[in-house]
């Protein structure tokens, strides 16, 4: 019987991890692909204190280290149900667990356009995050994919770093807030594409441009990123019938509590404001103290 159950070795995850097992719980860890989660994919990390001009993959084997070296026992195994209930059963890909206390960090995941080395190209030129990889940027031409909100403040953030901003948007207008829109078209450097549609990326190691479709017509940019910001997905269907969610299948939280008893939610998979590695980890120490005080009245 484990103490606590971490499902999701993502920052989250293993921040909880690291508080768990320091306070002397019996601590687990079930990841289902990689420790490091969605950072493992990014190239370089500069926003994270402590770490100044890190890889994702380094970043992810020091969390790695940290959380073993202190006593969290990490499986990789997908976690495909979870049973409620004083005692909480956790069954995998491979076998089962209990625990008394389970904390869901299971993350998210960025929607893709679903195109040809797409996913080769992510950190070499395709980006999600414009606050982790815009000042990559400098002084070059990128382009935006989306039409809400988190378009428009991606394009508005990256037209005070970069030469041109394309925004690239699938509809005849966009559907972010009037304010953001007035200022996209105030701004010289951004360029709205209406009814345009991304066909094809060029460029094999890095991205050097695009070919899309502009109300039927064949139509290419030269640019050297593209950030995609056409949504992303919470990976929550494992507790969708068990925690509260959002609309859009985020877990209803409020500092770092569910719904139900024992169990506790961090990082990208609640409802929260910004997704990046300091929320993350803050939710993993939030989500872990929460956990410790609750396994004291046990
Ligand atoms: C390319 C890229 C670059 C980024 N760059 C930066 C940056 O420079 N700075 C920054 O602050 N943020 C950056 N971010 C955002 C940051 O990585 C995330 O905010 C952060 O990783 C969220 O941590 P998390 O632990 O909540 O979730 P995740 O990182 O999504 O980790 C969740 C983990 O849970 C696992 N999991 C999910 N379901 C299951 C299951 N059923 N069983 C077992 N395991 C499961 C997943 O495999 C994953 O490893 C970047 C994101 C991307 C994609």
């Known amino acids: ?24 719980l019996k601590t687990l860890v079930l990841e289902k692909n990689a420790i490091g989660g969605q950072i493992a994919s990014s190239p370089l990390v500069e926003n994270y204190p402590g770490a100044p001009e890190i890889s994702g993959v380094e970043l992810a084997s020091i969390f790695e280290k940290q959380a073993e070296d202190l006593g969290v026992q990490i499986e990789y195994e997908e976690v495909l149900k979870i049973t409620t209930g004083k005692v909480k059963k956790v069954t995998t890909d491979y076998t089962s667990y209990e625990g008394k206390v389970l904390i869901i960090a299971t993350g998210a995941k960025y929607r893709l356009l679903g195109l040809e080395n797409e996913t080769n190209l992510i950190g070499n030129g395709i980006s999600f995050c414009t606050s982790c990889d815009g000042a990559f940027f400098k002084n070059k031409d990128v382009a935006v994919v989306g039409g809400g909100n988190s378009a428009a403040v991606n394009a508005i953030y990256l037209s005070k770093i970069c030469n041109k901003v394309y925004l690239i948007v699938r509809k005849d207008k966009m559907r972010s807030d009037s304010t953001l829109i007035k200022k996209i078209e105030e701004t010289d450097n951004i360029e709205i594409l209406y009814k345009s549609v991304v066909t094809k990326l060029i460029g094999n190691e890095h991205l050097t441009g695009i070919n899309y479709q502009m109300d039927g017509e064949d139509k290419s940019l030269e640019i050297e990123g593209l950030f995609l910001s ?11 019938d068990k925690l509260t969610l959002s609309e859009d299948n985020y877990i209803q939280s409020e500092d770092c509590l569910t719904n139900e008893e024992g169990i506790f939610v961090a990082g990208d998979c609640r409802v929260k404001t910004l997704r990046q590695l300091t929320t993350a980890t803050s939710d993993g120490a939030i989500a872990a103290t929460k956990a410790i005080n609750f396994l004291e009245d046990y």
């Open 1 to 24: 019987m484990y103490d606590v159950i971490i499902i999701g070795g993502g920052p989250a995850g293993i921040t909880a991890g690291i508080y768990c097992v320091r306070a002397g």
């Open 230 to 240: 056409i949504g992303l997905d919470a990976q929550t269907e494992l507790v969708k």
